[in-house]
């Protein structure tokens, strides 16, 4: 009984032009168990096992390549499915079908290589490459005249501020503390010496207790 197997892997690529970089292999395979019994058709270690050794295979066989772009790698799939057929068989397992997804790079390697073309197109283009390095000035002068620009507020608003702190900072001595409009209680009573009791008059005469200046 026939199955399906989806295989995926990132690995390594020493490509002619990008140097190195990391391509994404993927695709599916319709492969049946010479051993049912041993390998059962279609369970999840069964299915692992032959994806497992598809990376593998894709791996042995980019290594015995050579020098080969990743963009010619899709006319490489029959190389691909007959090293995976016969690593399959002599484990047992038939391969009966294959299909493999378009190869790309992963994303880290797509910005390095549009990079690189890029500074390739400029370079055969001297026109592009004036015009590159005009905008590179353009904004490097911007960027320098807006740092300058925020030096001189910086620098014109110092004053003030310094001005702002010292005046906040003698505030508190230049003002006088408010007087208090609670009146001052004697601790006795100057008619009868009796002891107060922190009211305005004497509990035992009733004189007040108001301190008088």
């Known amino acids: 009984m026939a199955f399906n197997v989806s295989f995926s892997n990132t690995i390594p690529f020493n490509d002619p032009k990008y140097r190195s970089i990391f391509i994404k292999i993927s695709g599916d395979l319709m492969v049946e168990s010479d051993d049912p019994n041993y390998l059962v058709p279609g369970s999840e270690t069964t299915v692992k096992y032959v994806a497992d050794m598809a990376n593998y295979s894709i791996g042995r066989t980019l290594i015995n390549m050579g020098p080969v772009s990743y963009k010619e790698l899709s006319t490489k799939f029959g190389e691909f ?54 905008e590179a000035q353009a904004q490097a002068t911007a960027a320098a005249q807006a740092a300058q620009a925020a030096t001189s507020v910086t620098a014109q608003a110092a004053p ?54």
Not at 118 to 123: A, D, K, N, Q
């Open 160 to 213: 003030v501020q310094a001005a702002l702190v010292a005046a906040q900072a003698a505030a508190p001595a230049s003002q006088a503390a408010p007087a208090s409009s609670e009146p001052q209680l004697m601790k006795y009573c100057a008619r009868c010496g009796t002891l107060a009791s922190g009211s305005k008059f004497c509990t035992n005469c009733g004189s007040s207790l108001i301190k008088r200046s």
């Open 81 to 134: 499915v007959n090293v995976i057929a016969s690593d399959l068989k002599s484990r047992q397992i038939t391969l009966v079908g294959a299909s493999f997804d378009p190869v790309e790079p992963d994303e880290a390697s797509k910005i390095r290589i549009k990079r690189q073309e890029e500074t390739e197109r400029l370079v055969n283009d001297p026109a592009a490459m004036a015009a590159k390095m005009q």
